[in-house]
């Protein structure tokens, strides 16, 4: 049974009742684990071995990367979860809210998500003022195109969806972000991009060296925004060095 928030995040010119608490909902959702005297870390310095600190505020978002193709993702029921895109169709039981940033997939997904998912819907596209996304029910949210935003109501773009679900994370109050799914690169079976089908257009293996680039910005401005803030990689064969990495399965176990 998922436990929803009591925090209130200003999303454009409204407060909204957030259906999906972080600090409250958190602590029950996620028992507090003992806190380790010291961070263990193996042979590679990047790899986290020990739960980082704060596991009761942790939040998962959730990525559209081929990794995820074969995940069981009942295993998020007991998690506070945001996922991009594609990720409405898991239902809100696993998926708390979903974020899309993309205005050719809102237009090819749109009668879905009003049909499918009855969760909170957050975008940060242009369009969505102008057009008035509101009306489906969709949380509209100012644009700030690079960085970190840490105010309520603005949520960075960073030119990918993943990217700016980070940032939507952090505004929830989050004090570990654990990324699924953000493999940047793909797959090294099928050459798949995502682990879902894609009905507009597919990363390039191009694209992501211009997603890498404003992660960067994003891990640059985080100790100055959200100051002692974790964000992890649970994904050890990501393309992505920018954040620490955690086994996928020690971090479900963790948080």
Request: with cysteine.
């Amino acid at each position: 049974m998922n436990v929803r928030p009591a925090r209130r995040l200003s999303i454009g010119s409204e407060l909204v009742e957030n259906p999906v608490p972080v600090s409250t909902i958190l602590t029950q959702r996620n028992p507090v684990k003992s806190k380790p005297t010291k961070e263990t870390r193996g042979s590679n310095p990047f790899l986290v071995q020990e739960c980082p600190l704060f596991p009761q505020h942790a939040v998962f978002v959730l990525g559209g990367g081929p990794s995820l193709s074969d995940f069981d993702f009942d295993m998020l029921r007991s998690k506070f979860v945001i996922g991009c895109n594609d990720a409405y169709q898991l239902g809100k039981e696993i998926v708390d809210v979903v974020f899309w940033g993309d205005w050719s997939w809102w237009s090819i997904h749109k009668k879905r998500v009003i049909e499918q998912y009855d969760g909170l819907v957050v975008t940060n596209h242009p369009k969505g003022r102008k057009n008035e996304v509101s009306s489906t029910g969709v949380k509209w949210m100012k644009r700030l195109s690079v960085g970190v935003s840490n105010q309520d109501g603005i949520l960075s773009w960073n030119t990918n969806s993943g990217a700016a679900a980070i940032n939507l994370a952090l505004l929830f109050s989050a004090r570990v972000v654990i990324l699924l799914g953000f493999d940047m690169k793909l797959s090294t079976k099928d050459g798949s991009a995502n682990w879902h089908p894609n009905e507009v257009s597919p990363p390039r293996a191009s694209s992501y060296v211009r997603f890498l680039k404003n992660f960067l910005k994003i891990r640059d401005e985080l100790p100055i925004k959200f100051p002692g803030t974790d964000i992890i990689n649970a994904n050890t064969d990501s393309a992505m060095e920018i954040f620490p990495k955690m086994d996928r399965e020690r971090a479900l176990s963790c948080y």
